[in-house]
């Protein structure tokens, strides 16, 4: 599968004023699991205070870090940063504007515990899950966005691929897709997905959800699709996975805690990608769409109670 979306790492492009944009912290998250141990360490400590790093040379960095200069540095460039000097200044910047930001009661953050209360897990969990659409919204390429937009609206047919939690939202987007019109199939099954992949060519669309991005029958069924001609399109918290080798990447930013693993916290921030390629596909093809939609809607209005 050729990779041919612009950087993870780059900065997104928006449309209109206001827009989010997506954070230092944010991006250096996605790109964790691929780092070396060292840069990692470093990468780790960023995520964890960037206020600190801002405020730290690079030689206390390094050695809260355990590991040299040398590496701090190459860490830098792999995240598109000349060296630690701007790094600095980019973090010094971003926790600036972020606390400006802040306004009221401080926003419940950190781990669920055993000993909480209830309320402060409502409370946790709530701030959580919002931080998690807004943050995928920030790390939503627009341009690679619209670029599967129109994809699916043009293709022959999409076939959707997604194990567990990624399954649940592969289907529904299938069933979004298959409301306003369009030939659509979502798969479990490591062999439904690789017969299914066989079967693909250039007029098709291979789409797989894996939020690690490691999920291997996905991974397998994305590349078979892309050796048959299909386009394919990765959605994975980790762009620098096996799965990101797709021809698009979408990346999401769900976070992980202790009582609620990846595959439940995944699968808010999918499906906020669900929804943007929906009503993108919707809009694009918006008098097919709304005719197919009040079709459907007066298909099943008779199973409705009336009162």
Same mark, same amino acid.
């Given at each position: 599968?050729?990779?041919?979306?612009?950087?993870?790492?780059?900065?997104?492009?928006?449309?209109?004023?206001?827009?989010?944009?997506? $954070?230092?912290?944010?991006?250096? &998250?996605?790109?964790?699991?691929?780092?070396?141990?060292?840069? &990692?360490?470093?990468?780790?400590?960023?995520?964890?205070?960037?206020?600190?790093?801002?405020?730290?040379?690079?030689?206390?960095? +390094?050695?809260?870090?355990?590991?040299?200069? +040398?590496?701090?540095? %190459?860490?830098?460039?792999?995240?598109?940063?000349?060296?630690?000097?701007?790094?600095?200044?980019?973090?010094?910047?971003?926790?600036?504007?972020?606390?400006?930001?802040?306004? @009221?009661?401080?926003?419940?953050?950190?781990?669920?515990?055993?000993?909480?209360?209830?309320?402060?897990?409502?409370?946790?969990?709530?701030?959580?899950?919002?931080? !998690?659409?807004?943050?995928?919204?920030?790390?939503?390429?627009?341009? #690679?966005?619209? +670029? #599967?937009?129109?994809?699916?609206?043009?293709?022959?047919?999409?076939? #959707?691929?997604?194990?567990? =939690? *990624?399954?649940?939202?592969?289907?529904?987007?299938? %069933?979004?897709?298959?409301?306003?019109?369009?030939?659509?199939?979502?798969?479990?099954?490591?062999?439904?997905?690789?017969?299914?992949?066989?079967?693909?060519?250039?007029?098709?669309?291979?789409?797989?959800?894996?939020? $690690?991005?490691?999920?291997?029958?996905?991974?397998?069924?994305?590349?078979?699709? @892309?050796?048959?001609?299909? &386009? $394919?399109?990765?959605?994975?918290?980790?762009?620098?996975?096996?799965?990101?080798?797709?021809?698009?990447?979408?990346?999401?930013? +769900?976070?992980?805690? $202790?009582?609620? *693993?990846?595959?439940?916290?995944?699968?808010?921030?999918?499906?906020?990608?669900?929804?943007?390629?929906?009503?993108?596909? !919707?809009?694009?093809?918006?008098?097919?769409?709304?005719?197919?939609?009040?079709?459907? &809607?007066? =298909?099943?209005?008779?199973?409705?109670?009336?009162?």
């Amino acid at each position: 599968m050729a990779h041919t979306s612009q950087s993870p790492v780059d900065r997104t492009s928006w449309e209109g004023a206001g827009s989010p944009v997506p $954070t230092i912290v944010l991006r250096i &998250r996605s790109l964790l699991p691929s780092l070396a141990p060292a840069e &990692r360490r470093v990468a780790q400590r960023v995520i964890d205070d960037p206020g600190r790093v801002a405020a730290s040379s690079i030689t206390r960095l +390094a050695g809260d870090c355990a590991t040299s200069e +040398a590496t701090v540095i %190459r860490f830098c460039r792999t995240i598109d940063f000349r060296g630690y000097r701007e790094l600095r200044l980019a973090l010094a910047t971003e926790v600036g504007r972020t606390s400006g930001a802040r306004s @009221g009661a401080p926003e419940p953050v950190g781990d669920i515990h055993p000993d909480d209360r209830l309320s402060t897990v409502v409370r946790k969990i709530t701030a959580t899950d919002a931080r !998690a659409v807004q943050e995928t919204g920030a790390a939503l390429d627009v341009d #690679v966005l619209r +670029a #599967v937009v129109d994809a699916l609206a043009t293709a022959r047919r999409i076939d #959707v691929y997604g194990v567990g =939690a *990624s399954g649940f939202v592969g289907a529904d987007l299938r %069933r979004k897709l298959h409301r306003i019109g369009l030939t659509s199939f979502a798969w479990t099954d490591a062999h439904a997905m690789l017969t299914s992949a066989a079967l693909l060519d250039g007029r098709d669309v291979a789409l797989g959800f894996s939020h $690690t991005g490691t999920t291997l029958d996905t991974v397998r069924a994305l590349a078979e699709a @892309g050796r048959r001609g299909a &386009r $394919t399109v990765a959605v994975t918290n980790f762009p620098r996975s096996p799965v990101g080798r797709a021809d698009h990447v979408l990346t999401t930013a +769900a976070r992980e805690t $202790t009582f609620r *693993s990846g595959s439940t916290a995944s699968r808010l921030a999918q499906l906020t990608v669900v929804d943007c390629l929906f009503v993108g596909v !919707a809009q694009s093809r918006r008098a097919e769409s709304r005719g197919a939609l009040e079709t459907t &809607r007066e =298909a099943v209005r008779g199973l409705r109670t009336t009162g």
